[in-house]
C-alpha cells in the first residue's frame, strides 16, 4: 500500500520511507516521511479543530467518538489486515485487538458524560462553588508498532473525549491504521479532530517540539526521557514499558505454566506488561522449568504467534539471549509458512539457572522469551521481583488467595494479576511506576490525563 496521509502531490523519493513485511522482509510499499512544514501543518489543523471541538457538549462528543467506533467496526476487516500487514501478527489476535480498540472508543464516548468531579457547593460561608474540568488543548500522540491501532486508542480515546484534538505519530514501520483512522475520524469527527502524521523518529521529534500542548507517548525509557526534555513544563504522560515479574507459590495450579507461557508469547512477547520473569520458592523451581520448558515449546513462531517487528528488534533481542549467563536453555521452533523463511521470527526461549544482574533479567527482552529464578521463601521473591528499574505489571500465581492477597500490594507495580496476566478491560487504570513512567491509560482515571480543573466561585451574600 501507498500513503496518501499528508503526501505531497509528487514527492521526492527523500519523502519515502519504505514498509517492509516483518514475516517475509519485503518492501509492502511506501508512506509519507513527514517534515516541519508537514509537523506545523498538521498541529494548525488540530489547533483550528480544537475551538470548535472543545466547546461541544459531552453529549454530542460522545455521539460522534459513537460514529467512529461504529465505522471502525464496519471495517473491522480492512483494520485487521492493516495490522497483520505492519505487524504479521495472526488474523485473530489482529481482529480482537482491533474489537478491542472499538470497545475503547465507546467507553469514552460515554465516559466524557459520566466522568466524577470533586467537592462543590457552599464549601466558603456566603460562597458557592464548582469544579470545571478542561481539555489541555492539542495533544501529540506517539505510539509503538506493538500495538498500532490499539495503543493510538488508548492514548486518542480519553484525549479526545476530554475535549482536546489529537495528532498522533504512529510508528514508522506500522502507520496503516492510525492513517485509516485518520480517514474516519475526519468522517465521523470533523475536519482536523484527529490527524495522522507519518514519518520516522526524526517526525516525532519534530511533532513533540512543535506547538502542542501535551505529550502523550508510549515507547522505550530513553524514548521517554528524550520527550520530557524536549517538553519542558508542558504536560507528559509517559508509558515506558515493563519488565514484569510473576512469582509462582508452590501450590499453583498445574495450568499455570501453560497460561504464562501463552501470555509470555502472546505478540512474540512485544507486550510491556507480558510476563518475562518468572520467580518461584526452591522447592518448586524444578517443577517449574520443566513444566515452563514444556509449555514455551509448545509455542511455535509463525503457527502460535507472529515475527518480531523489524530487524533492529530481532538483533537486540538475539544479542541479549547471546549475552546472557543462563546456565539453562530451553529452545522452541519456528514453522513459517510458504515465502516466509526470511522473516523477523524468534522462537520461543527459557532461560534458567540465570544469575543476579544477568541482562536478560536486568533489560526488556520483549521477545517470546522467559527468564527462571528461585528465592529461599515468600520475602526473597518479593524483594527480587521489586529489584527492577520498571514496575509496570505483576502476576502471583497460587491456590491459597490468602497468601495471594498479601503478595499484590507488597509488588512495586501499577498493575497486579492472580492466577492470570494479562487480563485488561477498559474500565481498569493502566500505569507505571519508576522508570516505566508515569501515565495513566483506560479507566476514567484516563480522561483527567488530558484534563486541569478550573475552580469557580461566587459571592452569594451580597
Same mark, same amino acid.
Given at each position: ?15 519515502e ?9 519485503q ?16 498541529v ?28 471502525i ?15 504479521g ?31 462543590a ?17 492539542v495533544v ?15 492514548r486518542?480515546a480519553?484525549?479526545l ?17 492510525a ?54 513544563v508542558?504536560r ?12 509462582i507459590?508452590?501450590?499453583a ?30 522447592? #518448586? ?5 520443566? @513444566?515452563? $520448558?514444556?509449555?514455551? =515449546? *509448545?509455542?511455535? &513462531? /509463525?503457527r502460535?504467534?507472529? %515475527? ?41 526461549m ?35 521481583? #521489586?529489584?527492577?528499574r520498571?514496575?509496570? @505489571?505483576? $502476576?502471583?500465581?497460587? =491456590? *491459597?488467595?490468602? &497468601? /495471594?492477597?498479601?503478595?499484590? %500490594? ?5 498493575e ?11 474500565e481498569?487504570?493502566?500505569?507505571g ?14 480522561l ?15
Amino acid at each position: 500500500m501507498k500513503s496518501t496521509v499528508g503526501m505531497a502531490s509528487k514527492p521526492n523519493r527523500d519523502d519515502e520511507l519504505d514498509l517492509v513485511d516483518p514475516r517475509t522482509r519485503q518492501v509492502r510499499g511506501t508512506m509519507r516521511n513527514s517534515c516541519a512544514e508537514d509537523t506545523k501543518r498538521a498541529v494548525a489543523r488540530g489547533r483550528t479543530a480544537y475551538e470548535w471541538w472543545r466547546w461541544l457538549t459531552p453529549k454530542a462528543r460522545e455521539e460522534r467518538l459513537s460514529r467512529l467506533a461504529d465505522l471502525i467496526e464496519e471495517q473491522i476487516e480492512n483494520y485487521a489486515l492493516r495490522e497483520v500487514a505492519g505487524t504479521g501478527k495472526p488474523i485473530g489476535e489482529a481482529v480482537g485487538e482491533v474489537r478491542q480498540a472499538v470497545d475503547l472508543f465507546r467507553f469514552y464516548a460515554w465516559s466524557a458524560r459520566t466522568q466524577p468531579s470533586v467537592a462543590a457547593g457552599g464549601l466558603v460561608a456566603g460562597h458557592e462553588s464548582w469544579v470545571r474540568w478542561e481539555p489541555l488543548g492539542v495533544v501529540a500522540v506517539v505510539v509503538p508498532w506493538n500495538y498500532p491501532l490499539l495503543m493510538t486508542a488508548w492514548r486518542c480515546a480519553p484525549a479526545l473525549a476530554a475535549g482536546n484534538c489529537v495528532v498522533v505519530k504512529p510508528a514508522e514501520t506500522t502507520p496503516d491504521t492510525a492513517m485509516l483512522l485518520a480517514e474516519h475520524a475526519d468522517a465521523a469527527l470533523g475536519e482536523g479532530v484527529l490527524g495522522c502524521l507519518t514519518g520516522d523518529r526524526d517526525t516525532g521529534r519534530l511533532l513533540v517540539s512543535s506547538d502542542v500542548d501535551v505529550i502523550a507517548f508510549t515507547g522505550s525509557a530513553v524514548g521517554g526521557l528524550d520527550v520530557a526534555h524536549r517538553a519542558g513544563v508542558r504536560r507528559v504522560s509517559l508509558e515506558l514499558g515493563g519488565n514484569a515479574p510473576a512469582i509462582i507459590l508452590p501450590d499453583a495450579d498445574s495450568g499455570t505454566y501453560a497460561d504464562l507461557a501463552a501470555a509470555a508469547t502472546y505478540n512474540a512477547g512485544q507486550s510491556c506488561a507480558a510476563p518475562a520473569r518468572i520467580i518461584t520458592l526452591d522447592r #518448586n523451581y524444578d517443577t517449574a522449568v520443566a @513444566a515452563l $520448558s514444556a509449555g514455551m =515449546r *509448545d509455542r511455535v &513462531a /509463525a503457527r502460535d504467534f507472529g %515475527p518480531l517487528n523489524n530487524p533492529h528488534q530481532l538483533a537486540r533481542c538475539n544479542q541479549l539471549l547471546n549475552d546472557s549467563n543462563a546456565a539453562v536453555r530451553e529452545g522452541g521452533t519456528v514453522a513459517p509458512g510458504p515465502g516466509e523463511s526470511n522473516g523477523h521470527w524468534r522462537s520461543t526461549m527459557l532461560l534458567a539457572d540465570v544469575p543476579d544482574g544477568d541482562c536478560t533479567v536486568t533489560e526488556e527482552v520483549f521477545g517470546p522469551v522467559l527468564t527462571v529464578q528461585h528465592a529461599a521463601d515468600v520475602e526473597s521473591a518479593v524483594r527480587m521481583a #521489586n529489584s527492577q528499574r520498571q514496575a509496570l @505489571a505483576a $502476576s502471583v500465581w497460587t =491456590r *491459597d488467595l490468602h &497468601a /495471594a492477597l498479601a503478595i499484590a %500490594p507488597r509488588l512495586n507495580a501499577g498493575e497486579v494479576w492472580v492466577n492470570c496476566h494479562l487480563v485488561q478491560t477498559a474500565e481498569l487504570p493502566h500505569g507505571g511506576r519508576g522508570e516505566s513512567g508515569s501515565g495513566t491509560d483506560l479507566s476514567t482515571i484516563a480522561l483527567h490525563e488530558y484534563q486541569r480543573p478550573k475552580t469557580v466561585t461566587i459571592r452569594v451574600d451580597a
